[in-house]
Protein backbone atom coordinates (compact mmCIF):
# COMPACT_ATOMS: atom_id res chain seq x y z
CA UNK A 1 0.00 0.00 0.00
CA UNK A 2 1.10 3.68 -0.75
CA UNK A 3 2.08 6.04 1.90
CA UNK A 4 -1.00 7.20 4.30
CA UNK A 5 -1.54 10.96 3.50
CA UNK A 6 -2.66 12.72 6.56
CA UNK A 7 -3.27 16.02 8.41
CA UNK A 8 -2.31 17.02 12.14
CA UNK A 9 -5.20 19.24 13.57
CA UNK A 10 -3.92 20.67 17.42
CA UNK A 11 -4.04 24.40 19.04
CA UNK A 12 -0.58 23.66 20.24
CA UNK A 13 2.31 24.20 18.26
CA UNK A 14 4.62 21.95 20.39
CA UNK A 15 2.36 18.78 19.89
CA UNK A 16 2.47 19.19 16.28
CA UNK A 17 6.08 19.38 16.25
CA UNK A 18 6.74 16.54 18.39
CA UNK A 19 3.97 14.27 16.87
CA UNK A 20 5.15 14.97 13.13
CA UNK A 21 8.74 14.09 14.42
CA UNK A 22 7.29 10.55 15.88
CA UNK A 23 6.08 10.18 12.48
CA UNK A 24 8.85 11.11 10.73
CA UNK A 25 11.23 8.85 12.55
CA UNK A 26 9.01 5.93 13.58
CA UNK A 27 6.25 5.52 11.28
CA UNK A 28 7.21 5.93 7.16
CA UNK A 29 4.72 4.39 5.71
CA UNK A 30 2.95 7.57 7.08
CA UNK A 31 3.24 11.53 5.01
CA UNK A 32 2.05 14.28 6.37
CA UNK A 33 0.18 16.80 3.98
CA UNK A 34 -0.47 19.71 6.65
CA UNK A 35 -1.42 20.52 10.16
CA UNK A 36 -3.62 23.30 12.03
CA UNK A 37 -4.20 24.76 14.66
CA UNK A 38 -8.37 25.20 14.59
CA UNK A 39 -11.39 23.26 13.27
CA UNK A 40 -12.19 25.43 10.73
CA UNK A 41 -8.96 25.42 8.79
CA UNK A 42 -8.92 21.88 9.27
CA UNK A 43 -12.21 21.05 7.60
CA UNK A 44 -11.00 23.34 4.65
CA UNK A 45 -7.72 21.05 4.55
CA UNK A 46 -9.61 17.72 4.55
CA UNK A 47 -11.87 18.84 1.89
CA UNK A 48 -9.02 20.28 -0.41
CA UNK A 49 -6.24 17.78 0.46
CA UNK A 50 -8.36 14.62 1.23
CA UNK A 51 -6.00 12.89 3.43
CA UNK A 52 -6.95 9.41 4.50
CA UNK A 53 -5.96 10.11 8.25
CA UNK A 54 -6.37 12.16 10.97
CA UNK A 55 -4.88 12.87 14.00
CA UNK A 56 -7.29 14.97 16.12
CA UNK A 57 -6.86 16.94 19.64
CA UNK A 58 -10.33 16.58 20.94
CA UNK A 59 -10.14 20.33 23.01
CA UNK A 60 -9.27 23.09 20.84
CA UNK A 61 -10.46 26.86 21.48
CA UNK A 62 -13.91 27.72 20.14
CA UNK A 63 -14.44 24.06 18.38
CA UNK A 64 -13.21 21.18 19.39
CA UNK A 65 -12.48 17.86 17.63
CA UNK A 66 -15.91 16.59 17.41
CA UNK A 67 -17.16 19.75 15.68
CA UNK A 68 -15.18 18.92 12.78
CA UNK A 69 -16.24 15.09 12.72
CA UNK A 70 -19.90 16.98 12.66
CA UNK A 71 -18.84 18.49 9.23
CA UNK A 72 -18.62 15.20 7.32
CA UNK A 73 -21.94 13.26 6.89
CA UNK A 74 -20.15 10.25 5.42
CA UNK A 75 -16.44 10.50 6.90
CA UNK A 76 -14.23 8.63 4.03
CA UNK A 77 -11.08 8.97 6.50
CA UNK A 78 -9.52 7.18 9.37
CA UNK A 79 -9.10 9.40 12.41
CA UNK A 80 -6.37 8.87 15.21
CA UNK A 81 -7.62 11.06 18.50
CA UNK A 82 -4.46 12.34 19.92
CA UNK A 83 -5.29 13.98 23.94
CA UNK A 84 -5.21 14.51 26.97
CA UNK A 85 -8.72 14.89 27.43
CA UNK A 86 -11.05 11.97 29.22
CA UNK A 87 -14.00 10.98 30.73
CA UNK A 88 -16.83 10.87 28.23
CA UNK A 89 -14.92 12.08 25.16
CA UNK A 90 -13.10 9.40 25.99
CA UNK A 91 -15.74 6.47 26.97
CA UNK A 92 -17.71 7.52 23.20
CA UNK A 93 -14.15 6.93 21.42
CA UNK A 94 -13.65 3.30 23.45
CA UNK A 95 -17.33 2.74 22.71
CA UNK A 96 -17.11 3.38 18.69
CA UNK A 97 -13.81 1.24 18.75
CA UNK A 98 -11.79 4.30 17.23
CA UNK A 99 -8.17 4.64 18.23
CA UNK A 100 -7.03 7.25 20.64
CA UNK A 101 -3.50 8.15 22.31
CA UNK A 102 -2.67 9.61 25.23
CA UNK A 103 -0.19 12.58 25.38
CA UNK A 104 2.51 11.83 26.15
CA UNK A 105 2.34 9.66 23.31
CA UNK A 106 3.81 6.16 23.35
CA UNK A 107 5.97 5.44 20.06
CA UNK A 108 4.74 1.79 19.63
CA UNK A 109 1.21 2.77 20.78
CA UNK A 110 1.11 5.07 18.04
CA UNK A 111 3.30 2.91 15.56
CA UNK A 112 0.11 0.13 16.02
CA UNK A 113 -2.70 2.66 15.79
CA UNK A 114 -1.14 3.69 12.36
CA UNK A 115 -1.09 -0.05 11.82
CA UNK A 116 -5.10 -0.74 12.53
CA UNK A 117 -5.84 2.67 10.08
CA UNK A 118 -4.28 1.33 7.11
CA UNK A 119 -5.92 -1.93 7.26
CA UNK A 120 -9.02 0.16 7.74
CA UNK A 121 -8.62 2.06 4.54
CA UNK A 122 -7.68 -1.20 2.99
CA UNK A 123 -10.84 -3.11 3.60
CA UNK A 124 -13.54 -0.06 2.98
CA UNK A 125 -15.06 3.03 1.62
CA UNK A 126 -17.19 4.73 4.62
CA UNK A 127 -16.22 5.03 8.69
CA UNK A 128 -19.18 3.49 10.22
CA UNK A 129 -17.27 3.53 13.39
CA UNK A 130 -17.06 7.57 13.42
CA UNK A 131 -20.52 7.46 12.09
CA UNK A 132 -21.63 5.71 15.46
CA UNK A 133 -19.41 8.13 17.02
CA UNK A 134 -20.57 11.28 15.81
CA UNK A 135 -24.28 10.33 16.63
CA UNK A 136 -22.88 9.25 20.27
CA UNK A 137 -21.45 12.97 20.77
CA UNK A 138 -24.94 14.87 19.04
CA UNK A 139 -26.92 12.24 21.49
CA UNK A 140 -24.97 13.02 24.18
CA UNK A 141 -25.52 9.65 25.24
CA UNK A 142 -23.35 6.12 24.65
CA UNK A 143 -25.32 4.39 21.60
CA UNK A 144 -24.30 1.63 20.39
CA UNK A 145 -20.79 -0.40 21.38
CA UNK A 146 -18.91 -1.60 18.11
CA UNK A 147 -17.78 -5.18 18.29
CA UNK A 148 -14.41 -6.16 16.62
CA UNK A 149 -15.18 -10.01 14.80
CA UNK A 150 -13.07 -11.58 12.86
CA UNK A 151 -14.83 -10.89 9.79
CA UNK A 152 -16.71 -7.42 10.53
CA UNK A 153 -17.39 -4.48 13.26
CA UNK A 154 -20.89 -4.73 14.21
CA UNK A 155 -22.82 -2.50 16.11
CA UNK A 156 -25.14 -3.30 18.79
CA UNK A 157 -27.41 -1.25 21.51
CA UNK A 158 -26.02 -2.23 24.65
CA UNK A 159 -29.14 -2.40 26.11
CA UNK A 160 -30.22 -5.64 23.88
CA UNK A 161 -26.80 -7.34 25.31
CA UNK A 162 -27.88 -10.17 28.03
CA UNK A 163 -24.54 -11.25 29.20
CA UNK A 164 -20.16 -11.46 28.23
CA UNK A 165 -18.82 -14.77 28.86
CA UNK A 166 -14.72 -14.76 28.89
CA UNK A 167 -12.96 -17.72 26.60
CA UNK A 168 -9.36 -16.84 27.23
CA UNK A 169 -8.21 -13.63 25.43
CA UNK A 170 -11.77 -13.68 23.30
CA UNK A 171 -15.43 -12.75 24.39
CA UNK A 172 -18.94 -14.40 23.59
CA UNK A 173 -21.70 -11.94 23.82
CA UNK A 174 -25.17 -12.81 23.88
CA UNK A 175 -27.82 -11.05 22.76
CA UNK A 176 -31.63 -10.73 22.86
CA UNK A 177 -32.42 -11.89 19.58
CA UNK A 178 -30.59 -15.23 20.45
CA UNK A 179 -27.52 -13.97 18.60
CA UNK A 180 -23.94 -14.81 19.44
CA UNK A 181 -21.32 -12.48 18.70
CA UNK A 182 -17.36 -13.80 19.38
CA UNK A 183 -15.25 -10.70 20.17
CA UNK A 184 -11.16 -10.76 19.75
CA UNK A 185 -11.33 -8.39 23.37
CA UNK A 186 -10.81 -9.59 26.34
CA UNK A 187 -13.85 -9.45 28.71
CA UNK A 188 -12.34 -7.06 31.38
CA UNK A 189 -12.27 -4.40 28.45
CA UNK A 190 -15.82 -5.00 28.00
CA UNK A 191 -16.14 -4.53 31.96
CA UNK A 192 -14.77 -0.84 31.81
CA UNK A 193 -16.70 0.00 28.87
CA UNK A 194 -19.38 -1.06 30.24
CA UNK A 195 -19.31 -0.88 34.26
CA UNK A 196 -21.57 2.12 33.66
CA UNK A 197 -23.90 0.86 31.51
CA UNK A 198 -26.00 -1.16 34.24
CA UNK A 199 -23.07 -4.37 33.66
CA UNK A 200 -21.70 -6.14 36.79
CA UNK A 201 -18.72 -8.56 36.68
CA UNK A 202 -20.16 -10.85 38.54
CA UNK A 203 -18.18 -14.42 38.09
CA UNK A 204 -14.05 -14.49 36.46
CA UNK A 205 -16.03 -15.38 33.23
CA UNK A 206 -19.11 -13.52 32.92
CA UNK A 207 -19.94 -10.15 32.84
CA UNK A 208 -24.30 -9.20 33.15
CA UNK A 209 -26.53 -6.77 32.07
CA UNK A 210 -28.27 -5.99 35.55
CA UNK A 211 -31.45 -5.21 33.28
CA UNK A 212 -31.50 -8.67 31.89
CA UNK A 213 -32.04 -10.45 35.50
CA UNK A 214 -34.86 -12.28 36.34
CA UNK A 215 -34.42 -13.93 39.35
CA UNK A 216 -31.38 -15.13 41.87
CA UNK A 217 -31.29 -18.90 42.35
CA UNK A 218 -30.42 -19.88 46.20
CA UNK A 219 -30.15 -23.78 45.66
CA UNK A 220 -27.44 -25.55 44.42
CA UNK A 221 -24.91 -22.69 44.47
CA UNK A 222 -25.65 -18.97 43.58
CA UNK A 223 -26.40 -17.93 39.84
CA UNK A 224 -28.97 -15.48 38.26
CA UNK A 225 -31.22 -16.53 35.90
CA UNK A 226 -30.99 -14.03 32.46
CA UNK A 227 -33.92 -13.44 30.55
CA UNK A 228 -33.87 -15.88 27.49
CA UNK A 229 -32.93 -18.82 29.95
CA UNK A 230 -29.30 -18.30 30.84
CA UNK A 231 -28.04 -19.12 34.11
CA UNK A 232 -24.56 -17.19 35.03
CA UNK A 233 -22.75 -18.50 38.46
CA UNK A 234 -21.96 -15.72 40.98
CA UNK A 235 -18.48 -15.81 42.52
CA UNK A 236 -18.35 -15.83 46.42
CA UNK A 237 -16.47 -13.16 46.58
CA UNK A 238 -18.70 -10.85 44.17
CA UNK A 239 -22.46 -11.75 46.33
CA UNK A 240 -22.27 -8.59 48.93
CA UNK A 241 -21.21 -6.41 45.91
CA UNK A 242 -23.69 -7.76 43.87
CA UNK A 243 -26.35 -7.15 46.50
CA UNK A 244 -25.14 -3.77 47.22
CA UNK A 245 -25.92 -2.87 43.21
CA UNK A 246 -29.08 -4.41 43.04
CA UNK A 247 -30.43 -2.97 46.08
CA UNK A 248 -30.63 -6.26 48.20
CA UNK A 249 -28.66 -5.15 51.44
Not at 175 to 180: E, G, I, M, P, R
Not at 225 to 244: D, M, Q, S, V, W
Request: charged share 25%; net charge neutral; proline share 4%.
Amino acid sequence: MPPISAIIVDDELGNIENLHLLIRKYCPNVNVLDFTPNVDQAILKIKELQPQLIFLDIQMPNKNGFDLLKSFANPQFEVIFVTAFDQFAIQAIRFSAIDYLLKPINISELQNAIERASKNLENKSNNSKLENLILSINQKALSKIAINSSRETIFIDPKELLFCKSDNNYTHLYLQDHTKITSSKPIFEYEELLENQGFFRCHQSYLVNLTHIKSWIKQDGDRLLINEGFEIPIARNKKERLKKVMGLS
